[in-house]
């Protein structure tokens, strides 16, 4: 049997590697957005949100369903050989007919043929996550190989930024960069997968087995996908480039704070597929608790207080360029919350169950909810319009999965301390407050401090609060880090 991380240390590597996936931007972004502007920043968004398009029906509902599949196997090595091929196999055949739709939009759509440079260089994200099969690694929960392998090929995008852009004009060469930090670790990836599983062509593969389950995956997959990027794609048919620039600025942000509070379900989701197949009942509901708990102590405090500093984080992040970002990025803040809630009711614990038909009709409620909205929104309101949009259709997903959910977790959402998270939430506020009269920003530098002394009351006072009141899972958090901190002395 294949060794077991431990939960602890599986959450801690995949926050590092989801994290450092926006982390990348979110460093740069200060830099970037002040050399490209709004208009060509926004370039390179529309392109991203466009490729994405491709690039999930190339991976066809894989990443999340290979996980599972694999973590199934993995004590197998022959069967997991043989499903890794039958997964890459089905890739392979998908991203040949997405780059080939793909190429016949670059034709034939003149919005697309002004920027097809940078669309050709961006589509190569497609291969990239095609042989990167990061779902096998996740699978066998090798978190720490694929985030310190994750985080080099940051480093490199980071240094070549700042060699390579230095003009407007460089927005191409910028999105090569964010290309290479995103997704290139997927060669290595490829060339290392030799040492778990073999090449070599097995007869008689059933690919059919995995269709079913792919399909609804994939279906998935279209849903999030569109009410994901359809905010910046039809921003950018209906508005301009700018108002992109100023969304995904506010979605920056709102990404990497979601990326922290997902993390625990992306690594649950290997744990909870074994737990299941092996019938630890008992367990998989131990760490739903625990899932849930976190997702309610991590994302209300960090929803709220972004929300009161949305103004100076965006100051901080892109300058006074950018003040059409504060808005949107206040709108869309609750979505952390929202988010975090549904990552872990529909990948912990309804994927793992087999109710994959649930997580599909929830999320393509939440997409049609998003475009309709859009289509009222965008044209009046532009990228506040599209954050309602956004935060609207995340509330649909959650109540849709919660009503089917309701039985198994009624009693987890109740012993969650609600009335001490939002006390502590409330004290947090009031003690930091004060930072926006006393000091008013006018530079980045002061929009930092602010950021810099608020965040530390904000949040010492949150979690000074929460460990009088004895929360469970802060006072375990706690004792954590001080048995290690013991332990290095």
């Known amino acids: 049997m294949a060794k077991r991380t431990s939960i602890r240390k599986n959450f801690i590597m995949n926050s590092i590697l989801t994290m450092s996936s926006f982390i990348f931007p979110i460093i740069t972004f200060p830099y970037v957005s002040r050399i490209l502007g709004p208009e060509n920043y926004g370039r390179v968004g529309m392109a991203t949100s466009l490729i994405s398009y491709f690039a999930m029906f190339a991976q066809l509902g894989i990443p999340t369903y290979g996980i599972r599949a694999c973590a199934k196997v993995r004590d197998d090595k022959e069967a997991l050989t043989r499903t890794v091929q039958e997964l890459l196999g089905i890739n392979l055949i998908t991203s040949a007919i997405s780059y080939a739709v793909f190429f016949l939009a670059i034709l034939f759509v003149p919005r697309l043929r002004e920027d097809r440079l940078l669309y050709i260089i961006v589509s190569v994200t497609i ?274 999965q919660y009503a089917a959910l309701r039985g198994r977790l009624r009693d987890a959402i109740r012993e969650i301390k609600w009335g001490s998270i939002l006390g502590a939430i409330l004290a947090g506020a009031a003690v930091s407050v004060w930072m926006k009269w006393v000091v008013r920003p006018e530079n980045e530098w002061m929009c930092l401090l602010v950021l810099f002394v608020t965040a530390i009351l904000f949040f010492g006072c949150y979690a000074l609060i929460l460990t009088l009141r004895k929360e469970p899972l802060v006072l375990e958090m706690e004792d954590t880090a001080l048995r290690k901190v013991h332990i290095r002395k």
């Not at 997704?183 to 008689?204: D, E």
Request: glycine share 8%.
């Open 127 to 400: 291969l990239f996550k095609c042989i990167g099969m990061e779902w096998l690694y996740k699978g066998l929960e090798r978190y720490v190989y694929i985030t310190i392998r994750s985080i080099a090929f940051k480093l490199i995008a980071f240094a070549a930024l700042f060699l390579l852009v230095h003009s407007k004009e460089d927005y191409v060469i910028y999105g090569a960069i964010s290309v290479f930090a995103a997704s290139a670790s997927g060669i290595l990836n490829f060339i290392n997968a030799r040492k778990i599983i073999s090449f070599t062509p097995i007869h008689g593969l059933n690919y059919r087995q995995h269709l079913s389950a792919v399909g609804v995956f994939f279906a998935m997959a279209c849903a999030t996908t569109v009410y994901t990027h359809l905010d910046t794609l039809m921003l950018g048919f209906i508005t301009t480039n700018t108002d992109v620039g100023y969304y995904n600025a506010a979605v920056r942000v709102k990404t990497i704070l979601v990326s922290i509070v997902t993390s625990l379900g992306a690594v649950l989701l290997p744990r909870a597929s074994y737990y299941l197949e092996h019938g630890e009942e008992e367990a998989f509901r131990r760490i739903t608790r625990k899932a849930l708990n976190f997702i309610a102590i991590a994302a209300t405090p960090l929803a709220v207080y972004f929300m009161l500093y949305a103004r100076e984080g965006i100051g901080f992040l892109s300058g006074s360029a950018y003040e059409g970002a504060v808005l949107p990025m206040q709108i869309i803040m609750p979505t952390l919350f929202l988010i975090g809630m549904t990552n872990i009711m529909g990948i912990q614990i309804l994927v793992p169950l087999g109710e994959e038909k649930v997580v599909l009709k929830s999320e393509i409620a939440g997409a049609v909810t998003d475009f309709v909205l859009n289509m009222i929104l965008i044209p009046k309101f532009h990228s506040a319009g599209a954050a309602v949009g956004t935060l609207v259709a995340e509330l649909v997903v959650l109540i849709w």
